[in-house]
């Protein structure tokens, strides 16, 4: 069935360090991707988002290319900040279906 | 601004009794989905909905129905509270073909 398979954190990274966070995927057909971010005590925001193979996401500084022949979708910031301490989550969903599919989410922590 | 809001952000409740969680957004979307989170496990999708007086099982119904007889507003019903229902429970909704927008969160404690 469909899945999504993201790195395990939690992450600490120091301010302006290079951000990566793994996603991988398992879909039939062409799904779309997304990246969505979580602030401490707050519901799921929209970071980013690619609807087909080469397409790039990208939004406050957050990037991702969406990979179809390695079925990925990393999450990437030049220089984090510590604002950016958050849970993120990789999701996906298949074109013409409703529902979401969730990674499990990483816990990133930048520290000043 | 685009809203979902969840009635509740904290809920104590005793196990056993019948508790109500509520959702309502004010976008016209015809999706709307009961998803629970849990550390190390994710998001796992309750239940969803896809038009006033439709629902679909998803992942993890079981202990839960949902009710949906308004479009802007979607209930996650639990029968009867048990301790292992203790969750952050997230509701959100969509236009067809994706773009969720969340809602703030319930955090269910059951004593």
């Known amino acids: 069935g469909d899945s999504v398979t993201q790195m395990e954190g939690p992450v600490t990274l120091s301010e302006e360090a290079f951000l990566t966070i793994n996603c991988t995927y398992t879909?039939?057909?062409?799904?779309?991707l997304f990246w969505y971010v979580q602030y401490p005590g707050e519901g799921l925001q929209l970071l980013l988002k690619a609807t087909k193979a080469d397409d790039k996401g990208s939004n406050k500084g957050f990037e991702a290319t969406y990979r179809k022949e390695t079925t990925s979708f990393h999450l990437e910031k030049g220089s984090v900040q510590v604002s950016d301490s958050a849970v993120y989550f990789c999701a996906l969903v298949k074109t013409g279906a409703n529902n979401l599919f969730f990674g499990t989410g990483t816990r990133l922590t930048v520290i000043p | 601004d685009v809203k979902v809001t969840q009635s509740s952000r904290y809920l104590v409740k005793r196990t056993g009794e019948k508790v109500f969680l509520e959702c309502v957004q004010d976008?016209?979307?015809?999706?709307m989905f009961w998803y629970r989170q849990d550390p190390g496990l994710g998001l796992r999708l309750i239940y969803f909905s896809y038009d006033v007086k439709m629902k679909e099982k998803g992942d993890i119904p079981e202990g839960y129905s949902v009710s949906r007889e308004k479009k802007e507003r979607f209930s996650l019903i639990l029968e009867s509270a048990s301790t292992n229902q203790t969750s952050m429970y997230l509701c959100a909704s969509s236009p067809r073909n994706y773009g969720y927008t969340f809602g703030s969160g319930t955090r269910l404690t059951v004593v």
């Open positions: 976008m016209d979307h015809e999706n």
């Open positions: 879909a039939t057909g062409y799904p779309s």
